[in-house]
């Protein structure tokens, strides 16, 4: 059980930023911060505070934490709320770029900062305020997500030669170890953890490309009711 844990922590956030990206609509900065406000901000609020009255017995101290994104100080079942923190930022930041290329310029800075942060052990190990941090090692996925909507027509083309050449990082991801996208841990490779969720999301996106159609029912449902399954689940376990 802990090994299929780990194994689906190499990849199972990567990917929900890669199809965050990939479904992205770009809107001029004064619209888009409106609606990450309706559609992230409130819920982040709402859902939180929620969870803060049902599992937390300090809850002003806990609000603060919340509000400052340091989502490893409060309750475990609040912390799934931390995705949506840096979501949030990673929309207003495209939304500022405006153009792919600026997005990806954006995406190396990220990890080059995040290597550096990596080697220089600046990373917290109980507060990431704002999560900075967390936000600038998860941004290349999200980007990778706008990109591969771009070119997903041209990559479908090449569909089986991008599958089997993604089949050896399955392999990879059992011994880069364990990560975590919240505690900035990217095993014991980086460049390993990068390539590991990349390839491997990439490899479920062509093996389930049907559901990447807008138009689907199941993907207008489950986007819907996102937040609110992955701010409850562990309160419901």
Request: contains cysteine; hydrophobic residues 55%.
């Amino acid at each position: 059980v802990v090994a299929v844990h780990q194994y689906i922590f190499t990849f199972h956030m990567p990917l929900f930023f890669i199809i965050s990206g990939f479904l992205y609509k770009h809107r001029e900065f004064i619209k888009e911060c409106q609606v990450v406000f309706k559609s992230l901000v409130i819920p982040y609020f709402v859902f939180s505070i929620l969870l803060i009255l049902h599992c937390s017995n300090s809850f002003f101290k806990d609000f603060i934490y919340i509000s400052l994104g340091s989502l490893e100080s409060v309750p475990l079942a609040i912390r799934p709320m931390w995705f949506v923190y840096s979501l949030a930022i990673m929309r207003i930041v495209v939304s500022l770029c405006g153009t792919l290329r600026r997005v990806a310029f954006v995406a190396i800075g990220c990890i080059c900062i995040f290597l550096l942060i990596l080697l220089f052990g600046l990373i917290p190990k109980d507060y990431d305020y704002f999560q900075i941090n967390t936000t600038i090692m998860a941004f290349p996925f999200f980007a990778l997500g706008m990109f591969l909507k771009n070119y997903f027509n041209w990559i479908i083309k090449y569909k089986l030669f991008f599958i089997l050449f993604s089949l050896p990082f399955f392999y990879l991801a059992t011994i880069n170890g364990e990560i975590s996208l919240i505690r900035c841990e990217a095993g014991n490779h980086w460049v390993l953890f990068y390539l590991n969720a990349a390839f491997i999301s990439l490899f479920l996106l062509l093996m389930f490309q049907t559901f990447l159609n807008k138009s689907n029912s199941i993907i207008k449902t489950t986007a819907m009711g996102l937040i609110i399954i992955l701010a409850s689940h562990l309160t419901i376990i």
